[in-house]
Nanobody
């Protein structure tokens, strides 16, 4: 079973930056899509950003211009650079690997808290 482990979360003031990492025990070059999702308290999990095996990225409207997703296939790691953080970015951030249709893996999640 493939494991995904997130790191880099924490508490930051509004306007600050964090870099999340997602290290996998699988080979991410085999994944169709790698992504970051977040779940705010009392809300459903939502997409933040994805990146395809070909390097094409996609962002939620709220993340565009502030967040950057990247992948290092040699390290089997995906990153999410988050700049200009806002209190509404607070939540648990999850890493996802979409290996093939209907087969995906999730990390355990990591807390990001942005104070105003």
């Amino acid at each position: 079973q493939v494991r995904l482990v997130e790191s880099g979360g924490g508490l930051v003031q509004a306007g600050g930056s964090l870099r999340l990492s997602c290290a996998t025990s699988g080979t991410i070059s085999n994944a169709n899509v790698m992504g970051w999702y977040r779940q705010a308290p009392g809300k459903q999990r939502e997409l933040v950003a994805t990146i395809t095996s070909g390097g094409r990225s996609n962002y939620a409207a709220s993340a565009k211009g502030r967040f950057t997703i990247s992948r290092d296939n040699a390290k089997n790691t995906v990153y999410l650079q988050m700049n200009s953080l806002k209190p509404e970015d607070t939540g648990v951030y999850y890493c996802n690997a979409d290996w093939s249709p209907g087969i995906s893996s999730w990390g355990q999640g990591i807390q990001v808290t942005v104070s105003s």
